[in-house]
RNA sequence: GUGAGUGUAGCUCAGUCGGUAGAGCUCCAGAUUGUGGAUCUGGCUGUCGUGGGUUCGAGUCCCAUCACUCACCCCA
């Protein structure tokens, strides 16, 4: 590691090598939410820090201490922490759900960094990338299904193995709150058997005693009234028709009364896909129903899913063999002045014809120059020296198979363009 | 914010009891003046994370600091 200046903590250089990880997941999601009727939206990295306050809520840790803001004038800004309020911002302001017809509610997807303040580990850093969705204008069981149905084949088709979907509803307006009061009171005389985290958690928030990882304390949890019990009837027929639904598609999926969303606008529905490989951070995807968020952003009263997926955890996962190798198609060897001359012109035309070419820039030695061919990794070397102008005829060699031709101008074009189907 | 581990060449790492800074890979040149991958020979590359201290002498010991990694909290 050299150099004066470094990449801030918690932010990361995508180098070339890396860089066609990226885009086989943005071309693979883009073309698969496509044929879902999808459409990617973008907003700006920058908004009014109370947009989060708002939606995210004031009490959770993401505002209280991981926002990037800065006090601009009279204004408090801050980097997006996360897209689904941004996105509900824009729908409100360009009022969007006036196009929205019964049953065919507006779907939108969008990919891009976010920020927040936190101490990196695996699978976390402080500018990360999502790619989300968000079906605004529907509140039927189908959404969910069909979304979830969605990202599961996205997984699929990325080559993401061993991952568990976990479903849960976290109920209403009208019935969590009971819940919420049931279980603290239901707490209330274990809690001093129980780690000092929980007790902490029942004071704060009670649902999240679920995510202790004591074994002890599970196992006295394993008692505790759950929220699937509690649901009241809308809640119940709703949560059960996405099972249903699920079941149709044959998305296979574990229900875990204890999955908890750290964001206050969840209603009803909540989802998570878990993947191994990821260390503690083994949340791939997360998201839920949030109907009653963009009447809370000022908006009409339209009921709202979405889930983002972490890019960083989603990438790390994508075996290596699925990944395209990006390849030049041929790479030209020149001899003497005259061949370096020619071979500048030559890679010109070959450029124009959709052949991606690579030359030194100065003459090198052939055997340099083929050796740079092959770390290249480029499927044809193209001899380019006095014989070969003076003939009119160039040598082409397959550098995976050390077959070499004599071929003219005209039949090069067609034989490179040939060679990428033959080559691995 | 808390805890633990790690910082030596572009990369991966070794460096003994405190005594002149090392290897492999990569890169460059040659063996090979018009044919690559293998092999062989030679060569370049270092504020030893940073600052201070102890010492005749510090990559090595001590203190501080920064960064990275993993975990907690929390989250994608």
């Known amino acids: 590691m050299s150099g004066r200046y470094r990449v801030l903590r918690g932010m990361h250089d995508i180098l070339p090598e890396e860089v066609g990880r990226w885009q086989y997941l943005e071309e693979t999601t883009r073309a698969w939410f496509a044929r879902y009727g999808f459409r990617e939206i973008r907003t700006p990295v920058l908004e009014a820090t109370e947009l989060f306050s708002r939606s995210v809520g004031a009490s959770s840790d993401i505002v209280r201490k991981e926002m990037y803001t800065i006090e601009r004038g009279e204004q408090s800004l801050c980097l997006r922490p996360e897209n689904t309020a941004p996105v509900v911002r824009a729908f409100v302001e360009h009022s969007r759900h ?23 580990q695996k699978g976390r850093q402080r500018q990360f990338h999502q790619i989300g969705v968000e079906v605004l204008g529907g509140e039927e069981p189908l959404i969910e299904a069909e979304t979830i149905e969605m990202v599961w084949g996205l997984l699929e088709r990325l080559g993401i193995a061993s991952i568990e979907l976990q479903l849960a509803s976290v ?15 239901w707490l209330r005389p274990r809690l001093d058997g129980m780690c000092d985290d929980c007790r902490r958690r029942a004071d704060e928030n009670p649902l999240r005693v679920f995510d202790c990882k004591v074994e002890a304390d599970l196992l006295v949890l394993a008692d505790a009234p759950t929220m699937q019990e509690s649901l009241c009837g809308d809640c119940e027929q709703h949560d059960s028709r996405v099972k249903r639904h699920l079941e149709t598609l044959g998305v296979p999926f574990v229900e875990n009364a204890g999955l908890v969303r750290g964001l206050d606008y969840y209603r009803r529905t909540v989802f998570e896909i878990a993947a191994g490989g990821l260390g503690a951070q083994n949340a791939i995807l997360g998201g839920g129903r949030y109907d009653g968020l963009v009447r809370e952003l000022g908006g009409p009263d339209v009921p709202g899913f979405g889930f983002a997926m972490g890019m960083e955890r989603a990438a790390m996962l994508i ?34 014809q959709g052949i991606s070419v690579q030359m030194s820039m100065t003459e090198r030695p052939m055997g340099t120059q083929l050796k740079r061919a092959d770390r290249g990794a480029a499927r044809f070397a193209l001899f380019i020296g006095k014989d070969e102008l003076a003939r009119g005829r160039f040598g082409l060699k397959d550098l995976a198979s050390g077959q070499q031709d004599e071929i003219d101008e005209a039949g090069l074009v067609a034989r490179i363009k040939a060679g990428r189907d033959g080559g691995d």
């Open 319 to 352: 075996p290596d063999d699925r990944l395209p190798r990006a390849r030049i198609d041929v790479s030209l060897i020149t001899l003497g002045a005259a061949g370096h001359d020619a071979a500048i012109e030559m890679a010109q035309r070959l450029r124009a």
């Open 98 to 120: 006036r196009g929205i017809a019964a049953g065919y509610p507006e779907r939108l997807f969008y990919i891009g960094p976010m920020f927040r303040y936190e101490r990196p």
């Open 171 to 185: 109920g209403d307006s009208a019935c969590r709150p009971k819940y919420r009061q049931a279980l603290v009171h």
